[in-house]
């Protein structure tokens, strides 16, 4: 099994993001939300939650 840590973009001192950095970055917030619900269900099968 192979994995690979993808991370959003950063503006890094310019004013924008290019139209690529843009796109790659919403893929990768589009997977993380999915990530992390998957995750919160693991954590908390039943569907409480301490916060």
Excluded at 13 to 18: E, I, P
Aim: hydrophobic residues 35%.
């Amino acid at each position: 099994m192979c994995a690979k840590v993808k991370i959003p973009s950063f503006i890094k001192g310019r004013k924008q993001l290019s139209a690529i950095d843009v796109e790659s970055s919403r893929a990768i917030v589009n997977v993380r939300i999915h990530v992390e619900r998957v995750i919160g269900q693991i954590h908390y099968p039943t569907g409480y939650s301490t916060y």
